[in-house]
Structure formats: structure tokens, C-alpha cells
């Protein structure tokens, strides 16, 4: 038997095995089963003979004598039989490598044939331990000589793919030796793959700064796959997003149509990233630093989004087209929604309501749109971009909101004013909010409010300083207003509270509810909403309904005699519209209410409802009001005139109508 392992670097390669059929190749190998004679000489020495594929029915697919007396010296001169029993005495497949192929895969190295640029006989002049046979040195060189001398040794041809082999066999071991092999494979052959490879050896071990530059090179080589760009984007959200914004335009350009969807990822890693560095800022108590880098936040998408996302063209619909975006709007939001859709529809325009889970279908119907109206909407990205492609083709944006939710001086309250209904992390959660409405608003044309305070706060905000003001409207109540005293002469209080609202012995207003019911046994009150009261109304609880978040207000409002309404005097109060005030002057009934400039701008106090702006104004107004049913009468017939003159549907129509024609289609850019 010849001693086929005296020249292994040459063994198997430029001559085919005596005996070698090629019929009998492919019978047993379907996967060559249509290759001619030749082209099977070939296949099998290319890959059959590492791979150990057998062509005789003596043959045992997997085992390559060989291969086996390469790696057994001891067995050199050993027959294919006694090599194949002493290799199934080992363990077969389960014990050593029966192939090349086998035992590349078993050191982990992504080759097809033993590597000609590793230069193992010099290797095995350094480490005589390792001299055994070849193999046995290239696995001592991935054990311990490639971080002693794997920069020093002369590597032969095919260096970078050897290398690039090694550092993956690294790399899957969570190896630092990786990036070195890497970098070596790069030296001898700097191809993108080759520095795509190292880039992300980089970042796995936490050297962004470095993965970046390989990043950043690459995309200013126009090297710009999306599997380039991902890598970029991993990068930068670790260390520098300006840098991958500057490359990312024309970069994206490469790849389109993936361009776009990868454009609307990059925006949403950055301002997932950008949005935890915010919040630990709020951890910190570090408020205006977490506002500003959210702003910064927020304008970096717009800025991507612009450049790197198509606009479209506009089209010019038969009817005038209103977008509307909203979602998860409390019950007064939405009741405003559902009036102005209607309101659009009586002033002859379509409309279309979509919510943030259809925002994409919304951005898609921008370009046949009269106007878009963004309400209560936080600076998603999605809405972001949405924003983006309106202004880009000159579809004028209303950013609308019925409560203060956009100055962060005023809104949320501080955490202490909820009295330890909400813990820390709530309030984070709305003081990101209120970052994210007013950083909506600063993207959109024009402000939309149901009252000219809060419309001042907006003007300060929106993109053109301008905001409309359109009224809250309610139909008036069918019918006579006039309805049956209570039996016995009741005197039926009502109080209605949006938001989770305490009243208390020391608050004016509840001293003031406590006084008439110690005085009046007539004096029955009714709350409905989040009002809560403390123990001192406890030893009238017989003459109290709490009906909690009625989902119908209305009739237990319909059979009170006295609406009460109020306000804790902030300006965020001041900016509210009217809303308890009207629900009751449409069924004629009177309200005393806390003094806002907000009733004071649209109510004359004493005529159409009576204002309270301390103590005594409570005190002195509850006790008037239950001792007169005349004036009672009196304030409710006029608060149901003045409804009926201001806030009819068609006096907002007009404020609405003014709006819309007000605004100016511009130039899509």
C-alpha cells in the first residue's frame, strides 16, 4: 500500500483514486446524479474525496481512508479495511473527523479543503509539539499559536479567506482574538465583506467609535448594501447618529425600493435610543435637559425622514378631502372629534379618521388632502413622518387640542397633586407626553382650540404663530326647560368631575357643598366622573349619590336644579373651554362655577351662570342659588338662550368654515 500521506498538501488533487467509477459516484450521491463522467471526476475531487463520498459498495459514505491514515500515522501503510474497522472502533462519526470536510467542521473553521495559505510545516518548525501532522497543527495554531505568532508567520495564498475562516471560528466562541484575525484578513485583502465582518467584530466588543469609521468608509465608498447599512445603524445608535444620517441619503438611494422601509427603521432605533436616554433624564429630575434632547430628538426624524422618504405628487380630488389623526382621546376629545366630523361633512368636505395604527394609510392619502388635522397626537415617528410628507407637499396641518397639554410649565401637575394615585413612573410617563404633543404641534401649520387662552399658548408653538379658535357646540334641549321641583321641595345639586378631582372640608368649594347640606336638609347632591369626597360628607352619605364614570351624564344632569362646575384656578384650568357649563345651559339648568378666564371670556357672571372665586363666592353663591328657585330659573333660562345664540352647531360651522378657508395649499418641495 503507498503511503499516501508523504505530500498531503498534494494528495487527492490533481488525480482520482484507482478504481474510481463514476457511475457508481452518482448512484450514491443524488446530489451529482446528472453530471456527466468528467464534470463527476471533477465533483469528486473538488469535494467528494474531503468530504469522504463514496463511489464503491465497499464504501462507507463519510470516511476517507486517506484522510484517516493522514491523521493515524500509525496507520500509513494500513489497508482502506483496517483503517475503516480501527475508525468505527473510535466511535465512527461520533469519534474522529472521517473526512476533511468533517474535520474542518469539528475545528470550526468555514472552509472547503485544508488551507493552502497556512503554512504549516514553518508553523511546525516553531511548535515541534504540533509536528504530528498537519492537522494537528492547524488546530494547536487555533488553540494557542495564532495569538503568539499569527501576526509573524508567513501565510501563503488565500490568506484573507483563511483568515476571515479563523476569525469567525473566534467570533463564534465569543473570542477577543477575533477582531485581530479580522483586521489580518483585511490587511491581506480589504474587501467590503472582509470590513463588514471586522465592523461587526467591532461593535460585539463594544468599540463602536472603531465600527463606525469601517461603517462610515464604507459608505462613503458607495459600498452600500443593506446589510452595511444595518451595521451603520448599530453603530450609531451607540455613538453617533449625525455621522449615519450624513451617509444615509444617498446610501439608501443604492438600495431602492428597501431604502424607504430601511429609512423608517433608522428613525425608529434612533428615537427608541434617543427616548431612554430621555427618560433617564427624568429619573434624574432633569426635566428641560430630557425636553431638549427629546426636541432634538424629534427634529432629527423629521430631518431624516425628509431627505430619505418619498413625498409623492398631488392629486386633486372632486371633493375636498379632510384628514383627521387622532386615538385614544378621553370622552370631551372625542365628543369634539365626532362635532367636527361632522361639522366637515355639513360644510360639503370628506373626511376620513384614521388612529395610529393606521398612520401609514393616513400619510398615504396626504397628497389628496384639503387639510389634515393631527388631535392630541404625541411625535411618534410614524406621525413624525406622516407631518413630514404633508409639509413637503404643501398640505396645511392643524395640530388641535381641547386642554393645555403642550407647555411643559404647566402640565403634567406635579406628581405630589395626584395624592398617591399614580407612582413615579406614571408621571414619567406623562411628562414624556406632554414633550411629545407639543414637539407634534411644532411640526404642524396651524393650532386648532375650542377657546382663544388656550389658542394663545399654541400660537406660541405652531409653525406659523397662528391658531383658530372653534367653539364647543351643543344642540339645545327639545322642548319646554322647565322641570318639577323635587319632592319635598329638593334642591338637586349636580357635580361633574373630568379628571380624579378631591373635594375636601378646606377647599372652598367643598366647605361651601358641606355648609348647604348642614343647613338644608332639602340639599341633595349627585357627583359623577372622577369626583371624590373625603370623610366629612360621610354623615350626609343619605342625601349623596356617587354615580362614578357614568357613561350617561346627561340624565342625571336633566334631573338636577343646580349644575356645579370647578376649577382649581391654574392656568392650565384657565384655558378650558366651557364644556360643564354648556351641558347644563342646553337643558336650561344654572351653574355655579369656579372663576376661570375661560368663563369669564365666554359667560357674563350673574346673567347666564354665577362665578365663584373664593370662598366666600362659594359660600355666598351655593347658599343664594338653593334659597332661589327664581334666580335659579332666571341664570338657567339665560345660560339656554346664550348656548342656543353661541354655541349652536352652526356657529362653529362658521368657525370652522373660517379656518378651512383661511388656509393656503403650498408648494410641494
Same mark, same amino acid.
Given at each position: 500500500m503507498p503511503d499516501r500521506s508523504a505530500d498531503p498538501d498534494r494528495a487527492g488533487l490533481a488525480c482520482l483514486p484507482d478504481g474510481f467509477d463514476p457511475q457508481g459516484y452518482r448512484d450514491r450521491n443524488p446530489g451529482v446524479a446528472h453530471l456527466p463522467d468528467d464534470e463527476a471526476a471533477r465533483h469528486y475531487r473538488a469535494v467528494g474525496r474531503f468530504a469522504g463520498l463514496a463511489y464503491?459498495?465497499?464504501?462507507?459514505?463519510?470516511?476517507?481512508?486517506?484522510?484517516? +491514515?493522514?491523521?493515524?500515522?500509525? &496507520?500509513?501503510?494500513?489497508?482502506?479495511?483496517?483503517?475503516?474497522?480501527?475508525?468505527?472502533?473510535?466511535?465512527?462519526?461520533?469519534?474522529?473527523? #472521517?473526512?476533511?470536510?468533517?474535520?474542518?467542521?469539528?475545528?470550526?473553521? /468555514?472552509?472547503?479543503?485544508?488551507?493552502a495559505a497556512f503554512p504549516w510545516r514553518s508553523y511546525t518548525r516553531l511548535y515541534p509539539r504540533a509536528a504530528a501532522h498537519r492537522w494537528a497543527a492547524l488546530a494547536h495554531f487555533l488553540d494557542e499559536g495564532f495569538a503568539e505568532v499569527g501576526d509573524h508567520i508567513p501565510y501563503g495564498e488565500g490568506a484573507a479567506a483563511f483568515l476571515g475562516a479563523v476569525a469567525d471560528h473566534f467570533a463564534n466562541r465569543h473570542h477577543p482574538a477575533a477582531i485581530r484575525a479580522y483586521e489580518l484578513a483585511v490587511a491581506h485583502a480589504p474587501s467590503p465583506a472582509a470590513r463588514v465582518r471586522l465592523a461587526e467584530a467591532y461593535g460585539r466588543a463594544g468599540a463602536w467609535s472603531a465600527a463606525l469609521d469601517l461603517y462610515d468608509d464604507l459608505l462613503a465608498q458607495e459600498e452600500g448594501d443593506e446589510a452595511i447599512l444595518r451595521g451603520a445603524l448599530a453603530a450609531a445608535a451607540a455613538r453617533a447618529w449625525p455621522r449615519l444620517f450624513a451617509r444615509l441619503p444617498p446610501a439608501l438611494a443604492r438600495i431602492a425600493p428597501a431604502g424607504e422601509a430601511?429609512?423608517?427603521?433608522?428613525?425608529?432605533?434612533? &428615537?427608541?435610543?434617543?427616548?431612554?436616554?430621555?427618560?433617564?433624564?427624568?429619573?434624574?429630575?432633569? +426635566?428641560?435637559?430630557?425636553?431638549?434632547?427629546?426636541?432634538? %430628538?424629534?427634529?432629527?426624524?423629521?430631518?431624516? /425622514?425628509?431627505?430619505?422618504?418619498?413625498a409623492g405628487t398631488r392629486a386633486d380630488p372632486a371633493t375636498p378631502l379632510v384628514l383627521i389623526l387622532?386615538?385614544?382621546?378621553?370622552? #370631551?376629545?372625542?365628543?369634539?372629534?365626532?362635532?367636527?366630523? !361632522?361639522?366637515?361633512?355639513?360644510?360639503?368636505?370628506? @373626511?376620513?379618521?384614521?388612529?395610529?395604527?393606521?398612520?401609514? %394609510?393616513?400619510? !398615504?392619502?396626504?397628497?389628496?388632502?384639503?387639510?389634515? =388635522?393631527?388631535?392630541?397626537?404625541?411625535?411618534?415617528?410614524? @406621525?413624525?413622518?406622516?407631518?413630514?410628507?404633508?409639509? +413637503?407637499?404643501?398640505?396645511?396641518?392643524?395640530?388641535?387640542?381641547?386642554?393645555?397639554? =403642550?407647555?411643559?410649565?404647566?402640565?403634567?401637575?406635579?406628581?405630589?397633586?395626584?395624592?398617591?394615585? =399614580?407612582?413615579?413612573?406614571?408621571?414619567?410617563?406623562?411628562?414624556?407626553?406632554?414633550?411629545?404633543?407639543? %414637539?407634534?404641534?411644532?411640526?404642524?401649520?396651524?393650532?386648532?382650540?375650542?377657546?382663544? %387662552?388656550?389658542?394663545?399658548?399654541?400660537?406660541?408653538? @405652531?409653525?406659523?404663530?397662528? /391658531?383658530? @379658535?372653534?367653539?364647543?357646540?351643543?344642540?339645545?334641549?327639545?322642548?319646554?326647560?322647565?322641570?318639577?321641583?323635587?319632592? #319635598?321641595?329638593?334642591?338637586?345639586?349636580?357635580?361633574h368631575a373630568p379628571r380624579t378631582t378631591t373635594l375636601r372640608a378646606s377647599d372652598p368649594a367643598g366647605a361651601a357643598l358641606l355648609g348647604a347640606l348642614r343647613r338644608e336638609p332639602r340639599v341633595r347632591l349627585v357627583t359623577a366622573g372622577f369626583a371624590i369626597l373625603d370623610e366629612a360628607f360621610a354623615p350626609f352619605a343619605d342625601r349623596i349619590a356617587e354615580l362614578g364614570p357614568a357613561p350617561d351624564r346627561d340624565a342625571a344632569l336633566r334631573d338636577s336644579d343646580l349644575n356645579i362646575v370647578l376649577a382649581d384656578g391654574s392656568e392650565a384650568e384657565g384655558c378650558l373651554s366651557a364644556t360643564g357649563w354648556l351641558a347644563a345651559a342646553r337643558l336650561g339648568i344654572p351653574t355655579l362655577a369656579g372663576d376661570t378666564p375661560g368663563h369669564r371670556e365666554a359667560l357674563a357672571d350673574g346673567v347666564d351662570v354665577r362665578l365663584a372665586a373664593d370662598a366666600a363666592g362659594w359660600e355666598d353663591g351655593l347658599a343664594t342659588l338653593v334659597a332661589r328657585p327664581d334666580l335659579r330659573a332666571a341664570i338657567g333660562a339665560a345660560a339656554a338662550t346664550r348656548a342656543a345664540a353661541h354655541h349652536s352647531h352652526e356657529a362653529a360651522a362658521d368657525d370652522l368654515r373660517a379656518a378651512i378657508e383661511s388656509l393656503r395649499i403650498g408648494t410641494p418641495r
Open positions: 464503491r459498495p465497499d464504501q462507507v459514505a463519510g470516511f476517507d481512508p486517506d484522510h484517516f +491514515r493522514e491523521t493515524h500515522p500509525a &496507520f500509513a501503510h494500513a489497508e482502506d479495511a483496517a483503517c475503516l474497522d480501527a475508525w468505527r472502533a473510535q466511535g465512527g462519526p461520533d469519534g474522529t473527523p #472521517g473526512n476533511q470536510t468533517a474535520h474542518l467542521r469539528r475545528l470550526g473553521l /468555514s472552509l472547503a479543503g485544508y488551507p430601511f429609512a423608517r427603521d433608522v428613525t425608529e432605533a434612533y &428615537f427608541a435610543e434617543r427616548g431612554r436616554a430621555v427618560r433617564a433624564l427624568y429619573t434624574e429630575g432633569r +426635566r428641560e435637559e430630557g425636553d431638549a434632547l427629546l426636541a432634538e %430628538a424629534v427634529r432629527g426624524v423629521a430631518a431624516l /425622514s425628509a431627505a430619505c422618504l418619498p387622532a386615538d385614544g382621546l378621553p370622552d #370631551g376629545a372625542r365628543h369634539r372629534l365626532e362635532r367636527t366630523v !361632522a361639522l366637515l361633512g355639513g360644510l360639503g368636505h370628506a @373626511v376620513r379618521v384614521f388612529d395610529l395604527g393606521t398612520v401609514r %394609510a393616513f400619510e !398615504a392619502a396626504l397628497p389628496e388632502a384639503r387639510a389634515a =388635522i393631527v388631535v392630541r397626537m404625541p411625535a411618534w415617528p410614524t @406621525v413624525v413622518q406622516a407631518l413630514v410628507r404633508a409639509r +413637503r407637499l404643501g398640505v396645511p396641518t392643524l395640530y388641535e387640542t381641547d386642554e393645555l397639554t =403642550i407647555d411643559p410649565r404647566l402640565a403634567p401637575p406635579p406628581l405630589p397633586a395626584f395624592e398617591g394615585r =399614580i407612582g413615579e413612573r406614571v408621571h414619567e410617563d406623562l411628562v414624556f407626553g406632554v414633550a411629545l404633543y407639543r %414637539a407634534a404641534a411644532t411640526l404642524c401649520d396651524h393650532g386648532l382650540a375650542p377657546t382663544r %387662552a388656550l389658542a394663545r399658548h399654541l400660537d406660541r408653538v @405652531v409653525a406659523t404663530g397662528r /391658531s383658530f @379658535v372653534v367653539r364647543d357646540a351643543a344642540a339645545p334641549e327639545p322642548g319646554p326647560r322647565h322641570r318639577p321641583q323635587g319632592p #319635598g321641595g329638593e334642591v338637586r345639586l349636580f357635580l
